[in-house]
């Protein structure tokens, strides 16, 4: 065996050094996960240093979804599709580029990490107790290119409660605004006590659905044949496995893994977890409801497109409804 090589604490990377740092790694000129470069989170940072370095994210985000929007409204005229359908071609085509991207770069960062799969679930809260830290990585530090992924994943959803707050109501709208809180509060919260393991999981989980129903969606604004029927039938299946299967044994993994029978120095809060431990559970424990009527109304969707020509509308909203509702008031 080779000799271990310590972590080094290093300083905090300015935002553009990360986005250098995780562009490496993504492309394969760096590796994935050092822990020889940590960077500092949660306890060892502030909550003045995270803003900071989140607005970056939420400014830098923004310009390029505006960027993102502005070709698919491109697209949309393109495609012959009336003023009402560009905004929607354009956000469905936002969201289709940002997931596929946050998917692929996921992949990227992650794929070698024994906590990221199944199997090692039962890991997911170790960095967050300094007594179950691994020797190769310090408390409360990460890679730098872990550190770039999380806080892009949450000036998306800090982006996304903007949008959503910023733009016309839809029907979910309540829906979506619990969402885009909780999920917000829950990558923030996770992030400042430093489990950021349970929050890449719980990340990943939720955007394996986002791409194939995006696709769908622009297809069938295109009126592309086929592709938005198998497209919204994949995104229905992996919805089913990924937010009603995998997400709430996640969960429970989260909540047992903390202090495992084996472990006896647990102390405090409930079953020995910490507040800190057991309020992020509870945050995990929220989403449940909303994935169920979300499943449900997928499960409506699949309904309505057998019988009819395919699939119709936003599964999560009846928008598309809304919009050649108002078409026709114009006419």
Known sequence: MGKMVKPVLIEPMPVHELLVY?????????????????????????????????????????????????????????G????????????????????SLSLFCGYRVFKDTDWVWKSGWDKLMYDGRIQMTSPEMLPYAVSPDTKFVYLMEIAWYLGGFLRLVSRKAKKDFYEMLFHHVVTSTLMTWSYMIGNVRIGIVVYLLHNAFDPFLHLAKCC???????????????????????????????????????????????????????????????????LVPIHLLWFYMILRVIKKSLLSSGVQGDVRSDSEDEEDEEEKKGK
Request: charged share 15%; proline share 4%.
């Open 22 to 78: 995780t562009y490496n790694v993504v492309v394969g000129k760096t590796k994935a996960q050092d822990y020889t470069k940590s960077t500092p989170i949660g306890p060892r940072t502030t909550w003045a240093e995270f803003a900071t370095d989140e607005l970056f994210f939420v400014v830098g985000l923004f310009v390029l979804c505006h960027v993102w929007e502005v070709m698919g409204r491109a697209i949309a005229r393109a």
């Open 80 to 99: 012959g599709l009336k003023r009402g359908k560009v905004d929607s071609f354009a956000a469905s085509f936002l969201e289709l580029g940002y997931y």
């Open 220 to 286: 069938h604004y295109l009126k592309v044949p086929v592709i938005p029927d198998v497209s919204f039938a994949s995104c229905a299946v992996i919805f089913a496995v990924s937010r009603l299967y995998y997400y709430p044994i996640a969960i429970w993994h989260a909540w047992t893994g903390v202090c495992p029978q084996t472990y006896k120095v647990c102390e405090g809060g409930i079953g020995g977890r910490s507040f800190s431990e057991t309020s992020l559970i509870g945050l995990l424990s929220a």
